[in-house]
């Protein structure tokens, strides 16, 4: 059984720092590229980055680059989120999901949340002060 589960949110100053993780278990996260996705209240859920292993192995959503960071340990099967300079906007649910069928993040495809197979449970970010 695919499971992934978010931990690391919490509440944040505005300019603060937060690492979200995303562990896997049941599957090995290496053969999959890995989306974390957020939805603020309100408003529908959105691509934040994507990560996969090999050429176009990462990508961030406008809104976010230069501020977040993707990464991934494949011995601990687990992808991180480094999130810096946080705004208030930046106040989510983030998810990451797993999607076995993306051999790239290059582009908008990544952004398709119906490629994705397994998601977590979700992670409450709050920025504010």
């Known amino acids: 059984q695919l499971q992934l589960v978010e931990s690391g949110g919490g509440l944040v100053q505005p300019g603060g720092s937060l690492r979200l993780s995303c562990v896997a278990s049941?599957?090995?996260?290496?053969?999959?590229?890995v989306g974390w996705f957020r939805q603020a209240p309100g408003k529908e859920r959105e691509g934040v980055s994507c990560?996969?292993?090999?050429?176009?192995?990462?990508n961030y959503a406008d809104s976010v680059k230069g501020r977040f960071a993707i990464s991934r340990d494949t011995a601990k099967n687990t992808v991180y989120l480094q999130m810096s300079s946080l705004k208030p906007e930046d106040t989510a649910v983030y998810y990451c999901?797993?999607?076995?069928?993306?051999?790239?993040?290059?582009?908008?495809?990544?952004?398709?949340?119906?490629?994705?197979?397994?998601w977590g449970q979700g992670a409450q970010v709050t920025v504010s002060s």
């Open positions: 999901a797993a999607n076995r069928g993306l051999n790239h993040c290059s582009g908008d495809v990544w952004r398709d949340q119906i490629r994705y197979a397994a």
């Open positions: 990560i996969i292993t090999g050429p176009g192995s990462a």
């Open positions: 049941g599957f090995t996260l290496d053969d999959y590229a």
